[in-house]
């Protein structure tokens, strides 16, 4: 059993479920009736969960509509870097940062119903104006292409077509992406629910020797 105070009790080849929904909540404080994840709840427990030799694998829960994107690209860079087996499964929905923390994942499934929103980086509230700003951007929409590409096996001009379209989302630009399409486009891996997860996580962790 474990001692982690951030873990409790944890009995042996355990899986541990970790839920990312609603908005993730990053250096700036949400409204209180904003159902969030705080970042920095969520950065400590996966180190805890990565050095906690009872948990043998960790299974993500998806269902996001955005937030702070540094908060969000913190957390999936940390559920990419792990040694241990990670499946996410997207439900309802993968909106904007909620991709790259579906690709994080070793294995990545959305359910039938789900869907997943590519949209380019966009900021609320007053925005200087200068060529300094826009290169800012620029370069934060690079760097969650560059993640969302490195870890999935969507092409860089297929995952650029679909977040700057501008014949899909009423007064925005965008698309949004079913299930089996996001697995056609190499996005998902596979199409599935939670039992598909968890055999998949069953299976790698049989496969893989204890700590």
């Known amino acids: 059993m474990s001692d982690n105070?951030?873990?409790g009790a944890v009995p042996t080849n355990q899986i541990h479920c970790l839920t990312i929904i609603g908005q993730i909540e990053g250096h700036q404080l949400l409204p209180e009736d904003t159902k969030t994840t705080k970042y920095e709840h969520v950065l400590p427990?996966?180190?805890?969960?990565?050095?906690?030799?009872?948990?043998?694998?960790?299974?993500?829960l998806l269902n996001t509509v955005g937030?702070?994107?540094?908060?969000?690209?913190?957390?999936?860079?940390?559920?990419?870097?792990?040694?241990?087996?990670?499946?996410?499964?997207?439900?309802?929905?993968?909106?904007?940062?909620?991709?790259?923390?579906?690709?994080?994942?070793?294995r990545s499934l959305i359910?039938?119903?789900a869907a997943m929103t590519i949209h380019p980086v966009r900021v609320n509230g007053v925005v200087i104006g200068v060529p300094q700003t826009?290169?800012?951007?620029?370069?934060?929409?690079e760097r969650i292409v560059g993640f969302v590409?490195?870890?999935?096996?969507?092409?860089?001009?297929?995952?650029?077509?679909?977040?700057?379209?501008?014949?899909?989302?009423a007064n925005d630009v965008g698309s949004v992406i079913h299930g089996e399409d996001a697995v056609r486009l190499g996005l998902i891996d596979?199409?599935?629910?939670?039992?598909?997860?968890?055999?998949?996580?069953?299976?790698?962790?049989?496969?893989e020797p204890e700590a």
């Open 134 to 141: 826009y290169e800012y951007f620029a370069r934060i929409q």
């Open 45 to 60: 427990l996966l180190a805890a969960i990565e050095e906690t030799p009872e948990i043998r694998g960790l299974l993500i």
């Open 5 to 7: 105070p951030e873990l």
């Open 190 to 207: 596979a199409v599935g629910t939670l039992s598909d997860a968890l055999d998949w996580l069953h299976q790698e962790i049989e496969a």
């Open 111 to 113: 359910a039938p119903s």
């Open 67 to 106: 937030g702070d994107v540094e908060a969000g690209l913190a957390i999936a860079e940390l559920i990419a870097g792990m040694r241990k087996p990670t499946v996410s499964l997207v439900l309802g929905g993968g909106h904007s940062i909620g991709v790259p923390l579906a690709a994080a994942a070793r």
């Open 149 to 169: 590409t490195g870890h999935s096996r969507i092409r860089r001009e297929d995952y650029l077509r679909l977040m700057n379209r501008t014949d899909e989302l």
